[in-house]
């Protein structure tokens, strides 16, 4: 259901949905930027935002997170936070990934706080659209009331074979995701091709996380219910208002790659300008 990524400046490797591996072009050297996402989380959600990036140099490449989309087959009951943590340092490591730009939406900011520091010397920037990172001992469900995470218990047990959390109407979802800016071809492309979130990436808790480097960037995008959080002062959150991050607004709802996808690249080549 949510999604994630990876970032620029070497590459940008995106685990909201897609990965960029960024060319040199026009005198700017980049490197790979990686998005990652909820269980929405393919690629055809970022395919605008993919665009208008490689309009200004970058060049994106595809990271589908086990059980999700085209790699549904893939996934099972055993699918959890660790199997996507492990794809994404999988990936960067196989390609040979240096300069590594994280970029995590929704969900996605879990698995990308684990894997951000066993990157090591390959992660140089990590960006969080309308998400944080997880503290250790956390998981996804503690974001949620008790009783909306009975409920996602109940749906998974009554329509997901115990293991497979269903996309939930529009009018849960926005309960706690804005739809702000998402008209109804959008709202319908999320409806009919949304698959299942594997219940263990919501379910398993984050283990101790080993903390990126002293010089690894810290970025954050914030849509506009974060936003509100933020300037409330909300005491968890209070850290990113503070170096070492740097702070982007972006006003619009949580699907900023689907209702200003042009507005997110440019924010997102600004960070790693």
């Known amino acids: 259901m949510r999604h994630g990524s990876l970032g620029i400046s070497g590459r940008i490797l995106?685990?909201?949905?897609?990965?960029?591996?960024?060319?040199?072009?026009?005198?700017?050297s980049h490197g790979h930027l990686r998005t990652c996402s909820r269980r929405l989380g393919r690629g055809w959600a970022w395919e605008d935002t993919a665009r208008a990036l490689r309009e200004r140099g970058h060049?994106?490449?595809?990271?589908?997170?086990?059980?999700?989309?085209?790699?549904?087959?893939?996934?099972g009951p055993e699918?959890?936070?660790?199997t996507h943590i492990a794809d994404i340092t999988g990936f960067a490591e196989r390609n040979g990934l240096r300069e590594v730009t994280l970029v995590a939406h929704s969900y996605a900011a879990a698995p990308v706080t684990g894997s951000a520091g066993r990157l090591g010397d390959r992660l140089e920037?990590?960006?969080?659209?309308?998400?944080?990172?997880?503290?250790?001992?956390?998981?996804?469900?503690?974001?949620?009331?008790?009783?909306?995470?009975?409920?996602?218990?109940?749906?998974?047990?009554a329509?997901?074979?115990?293991?497979?959390?269903?996309?939930?109407?529009?009018?849960?979802?926005?309960?706690?995701?804005?739809?702000?800016?998402?008209?109804?071809g959008q709202r319908n492309a999320l409806r009919t091709r949304a698959t299942p979130q594997p219940f263990g990436t919501f379910t398993q808790r984050l283990a101790d996380p080993a903390e990126p480097g002293p010089g690894v960037d810290r970025v954050l995008i914030a849509c506009r219910d974060f936003?509100?959080?933020?300037?409330?002062?909300?005491?968890?959150?209070?850290?990113?208002?503070?170096?070492?991050?740097?702070?982007?607004?972006?006003?619009?709802?949580h699907w900023p790659m689907l209702s200003a996808p042009a507005e997110l690249a440019r924010v997102l080549d600004k960070a790693v300008s």
């Open 14 to 28: 995106s685990c909201i949905d897609f990965t960029l591996p960024t060319a040199p072009t026009s005198g700017r």
């Open 59 to 75: 060049t994106a490449l595809p990271l589908t997170l086990t059980g999700l989309a085209e790699h549904a087959d893939q996934g």
């Open 79 to 82: 699918t959890d936070l660790d």
């Open 125 to 157: 920037r990590v960006i969080y659209v309308d998400s944080a990172p997880f503290a250790a001992g956390m998981c996804m469900l503690d974001l949620m009331p008790p009783q909306a995470a009975d409920q996602l218990r109940q749906q998974v047990d």
């Open 159 to 184: 329509s997901g074979d115990g293991w497979r959390l269903p996309m939930p109407p529009f009018e849960v979802l926005g309960l706690s995701s804005s739809l702000d800016g998402l008209d109804e």
């Open 227 to 253: 936003t509100g959080l933020l300037e409330a002062g909300v005491p968890m959150l209070t850290y990113l208002n503070q170096p070492p991050w740097r702070r982007f607004d972006l006003p619009t709802g």
